[in-house]
């Protein structure tokens, strides 16, 4: 073999825009469904604590969505019309399930007497929406991706995960690095932190590290960052 033979963008492995998201997605909402059937309804704080979780994780996941249609869909689209259609109608019903959800959710609050069976439609609904959700998933990887790396050279789809980090504002950036890295394997939690402390000046690094570990953070310590994320 020729030892200047270049490797073709083509022939370079492709990013996959969905799995490392959606490993930290299936981790976020197991741990968000446990939390949700261990709640006690007869303690005011723990209930408090819990809705305000189940809060955030919704708006945490419909971003998700948001960047997804914005950035994935819309250049599918653009290469390969009606690629997307099937994905698109699952983020209509997820949006619907999330609008639902923070219904019943308002109910467990407001709720008195009847707070357990309230609580306990709360966690029957939100079980079946990670089912779908799980469901879903397995279809982007599957389905989706696929059809992005035959359209798209290497190159495009390190662009379009570019695009979707940058439109991320930090705060919330950091809210789906602690979802990744709770979800990652601890070899994929070294490569990410590596390669991101790498590309991102040392100071914005390490105030993100911060926000995750809700400690101040020191690279290396991955005993710290496990005990933090998981």
Not at 14 to 31: S, T
Not at 152 to 172: D, T
Not at 206 to 216: F, I, Y
């Amino acid at each position: 073999m020729n030892a200047e033979t270049k490797i073709t963008a083509e022939a370079q492995a492709k990013e996959d825009l969905y799995y490392m998201v959606h490993k930290g997605i299936r981790f976020a909402n197991a741990r968000m469904l446990v939390a949700i059937g261990q709640t006690d309804p007869a303690d005011d704080a723990a209930v408090d604590a819990t809705l305000a979780r189940l809060a955030e994780h919704l708006e945490i996941s419909r971003s998700h969505l948001e960047h997804e249609n914005s950035a994935i869909h819309t250049a599918i689209e653009a290469r390969c019309p009606g690629g997307s259609d099937h994905a698109s109608e699952d983020h209509g019903e997820h949006l619907n399930s999330f609008e639902e959800l923070a219904r019943l959710a308002e109910d467990v609050a407001s709720a008195t007497i009847d707070r357990a069976a309230k609580l306990r439609r709360l966690y029957q609904r939100f079980a079946l929406f990670v089912a779908d959700d799980f469901a879903h998933m397995h279809e982007e990887e599957t389905e989706l991706q696929p059809l992005i790396e035959k359209h798209f050279s290497a190159e495009e789809i390190a662009g379009i995960h570019q695009r979707i980090v940058q439109n991320i504002p930090p705060m919330k950036m950091a809210k789906f690095l602690r979802f990744m890295l709770g979800g990652a394997s601890p070899a994929e939690r070294i490569g990410m932190l590596t390669g991101m402390q790498t590309g991102m000046p040392a100071d914005i690094f390490n105030g993100m590290m911060e926000a995750v570990t809700g400690a101040k953070w020191r690279m290396g310590d991955w005993d710290a960052l496990e005990r933090a994320v998981c």
